[in-house]
C-alpha cells in the first residue's frame, strides 16, 4: 500500500513540475520555496552575480618587522552559468530558479498552444504539425447534444499590435478569434448552423492551462442496425450505386458494441472492427438533413493503414464511412440508410 501511495504522490509531482517553475528564496534548492509560476506568469532574468573569490596577502608594516594579514575579495568572472540564476518575479524582486527548467518554462510560456476555458466552454488551440505560425482551433460551448461546436484546421496566426488574431470564414459562418494576455474572445457572423438553442461560439474564454493531449473515452449505447442495401461510392458522391454486399448478405452495423465504442460491420460470417481513435466535430457539409452527426475517427482493426471517419445520425438512423485523409469529392465511402 505505501508503494502505491509513493507512486501515486510522485507522479502528482511529475505532473505539477512540468507545469509549473518553482522560485527559490536563495540559490541553494533546499532554501524556501517562494512560490510555483505558470505559464501566464512574466518572468524577468537578472544579472548572474560574479564568483568572490577569496585572497589572502601579507604587508609589510613600516614600524614592525611583523607583516599584517590583509583579507579581500575579488570578483571573478563565472567560467560557466550556475545551475540557479537570479530572477525578478510577482513573489520577489530576486528569488532563483534552475536554469534549465527556466529555459524549458520560457518555451512552453512562448507557445500559445492550450485550452482557454470559460463557465460554460472552452476554446482549444495547437500548433499544426506541419505548418510554422498555424494552428488547429475547437470551440465547444455548452453540453451534450445542445452544445455549440466548430473545429478548424491549419489557421494562420497573425500578429496585431501585441494581440494573436486568427480569422476563418465559409459560407454562412465567419470567426475572429482575438487571442491577448491568455485570453482568448470570440466573436462571430452568421454561423447559425454551429450554434445551439441556449450556446454560441462566440464569447470570451479567459482561463487558460496547458493542453495535455488525454486518451479519449467512448461510452456511446450500443446500436445496432440492419440493412439489405446501402451506398457504395469508390470515388466520392458522384460515383454512388446502391448495391447489397458482394456475398449476398444484409449488412448489420454495429455502433459502440458493448457501450465499449467499438464500430462493427457484419455481414454473414465476414465482421469488420473499426477501433475508436478520435471524436470528431462535424462541419455544416457533414450535416444531413440539419441534423448533425457523432463522428468518429476509427482504425480497421485488422488493416495497418486504413483509417475512416464513422458518422452516426441517430434521427435518421444513418451510417456514413468515409476513408480519412482524402479529398471529399472523390474519397471512398459507404452510406447505410
Known amino acids: 500500500m505505501k508503494k502505491w501511495i509513493c507512486l501515486f504522490l510522485s507522479l502528482c509531482a511529475f505532473l505539477f513540475a512540468d507545469q509549473t517553475l518553482p522560485v527559490y528564496q536563495k540559490e541553494n534548492p533546499q532554501s524556501r520555496i517562494l512560490g510555483y509560476l505558470n505559464a501566464s506568469d512574466q518572468v524577468e532574468e537578472l544579472p548572474i552575480p560574479p ?17 599584517k594579514k590583509v583579507v579581500r575579495y575579488v570578483e571573478v568572472p563565472r567560467q560557466e552559468p550556475p545551475e540557479y540564476i537570479p530572477v525578478k518575479t510577482r513573489f520577489a524582486k530576486k528569488g532563483y530558479v534552475r536554469r534549465a527548467d527556466l529555459a524549458r518554462f520560457k518555451e512552453r510560456s512562448a507557445d500559445l498552444s492550450g485550452i482557454y476555458s470559460s463557465k460554460t466552454g472552452t476554446v482549444v488551440l495547437s500548433k499544426s504539425p506541419n505548418s510554422p505560425g498555424r494552428f488547429n482551433i475547437r470551440i465547444q460551448n455548452g453540453e451534450g447534444a445542445s452544445r455549440a461546436e466548430i473545429a478548424i484546421g491549419n489557421v494562420q496566426a497573425k500578429e496585431h499590435f501585441g494581440h494573436t488574431r486568427f480569422e ?21 457572423n452568421g454561423c447559425e448552423e454551429y450554434d445551439a438553442p441556449n450556446f454560441r461560439l462566440a464569447g470570451t474564454y479567459d482561463a487558460y492551462k496547458e493542453y495535455r493531449h488525454r486518451v479519449e473515452v467512448f461510452r456511446d449505447p450500443e446500436v445496432r442496425q440492419k440493412f439489405k442495401k446501402f451506398l457504395w461510392c469508390p470515388e466520392g458522391p458522384a460515383s454512388c450505386e446502391k448495391i447489397r454486399d458482394e456475398d449476398g448478405c444484409d449488412v448489420e452495423i454495429v455502433w459502440s458494441k458493448d457501450s465499449q465504442g467499438m464500430i462493427e460491420r457484419h455481414c454473414g460470417e465476414q465482421v469488420h472492427k473499426y477501433r475508436p481513435m478520435e471524436r470528431m466535430i462535424p462541419h455544416k457539409r457533414d450535416f444531413f438533413q440539419g441534423e448533425k452527426p457523432v463522428m468518429i475517427k476509427a482504425k480497421r482493426a485488422d488493416m495497418a493503414n486504413e483509417w475512416m471517419v464513422w458518422s452516426y445520425y441517430p434521427k435518421a438512423e444513418r451510417f456514413k464511412m468515409v476513408r480519412q485523409g482524402a479529398r471529399e469529392d472523390v474519397a471512398y465511402m459507404e452510406i447505410y440508410e
Open 51 to 67: 564568483i568572490k573569490k577569496k585572497e589572502v596577502k601579507y604587508v609589510k608594516q613600516r614600524h614592525s618587522k611583523k607583516k
Open 168 to 188: 476563418y470564414a465559409e459560407s454562412g459562418c465567419k470567426l475572429d478569434i482575438d487571442l491577448f494576455d491568455r485570453k482568448v474572445r470570440v466573436a462571430e
